[in-house]
């Protein structure tokens, strides 16, 4: 009797101990310090009002060029695949006598995922002299290569 109780205070003994010797989960890293987020959103506005430019001036290049090759766009009604599929998404817009109203965003919102890797939130907004003539609010993933940001997943409707 002795000796089951001397087990069993072994094994029950052993389980606390034990418990505490398991994996414990990876700690979550370090949120980034003010100043890479700030460069980040820096970043972000800047791709933004670089694509926004290109748009305006009926640069369809230099619109996609923002684009990973790999980049997916999603809209209400479709999901495309491809920097090149993008591009040609909106070609009719680029031909000559196709309409297409000055592009702007406001309200944007950035999330450092990682060195390489974030989130913006934001809307776009399409205007023809004063009038607006589509808002809608994009979500935007980006990773960062060779110092560059890319889009790389666009979510718009």
Do not use: K
Not at 27 to 54: E, N, T, Y
Not at 131 to 137: E, I, K, M, Y
């Amino acid at each position: 009797m002795n000796a089951q109780r001397s087990a069993r205070a072994a094994v029950a003994a052993a389980l606390v101990f034990c418990t505490g010797c398991a994996a414990s989960p990876r700690p979550s890293p370090p949120a980034p310090v003010a100043a890479d987020a700030a460069a980040a959103r820096r970043a972000v506005v800047a791709l933004l009002d670089h694509g926004a430019a290109a748009w305006n001036r009926g640069d369809l290049a230099g619109f996609v060029s923002d684009y990973a090759f790999d980049a997916t766009f999603v809209t209400r009604d479709s999901v495309i695949h491809g920097r090149p599929a993008i591009q040609a998404r909106y070609a009719p817009r680029f031909a000559p006598g196709g309409v297409r109203d000055s592009l702007y965003f406001q309200d944007i919102e950035v999330d450092v995922l990682a060195p390489y890797a974030l989130n913006a939130i934001a809307y776009y907004v399409l205007q023809r002299g004063d009038s607006v003539t589509a808002r809608g609010p994009t979500s935007l993933v980006m990773r960062r290569v060779g110092g560059r940001w890319f889009i790389v997943h666009d979510h718009s409707s």
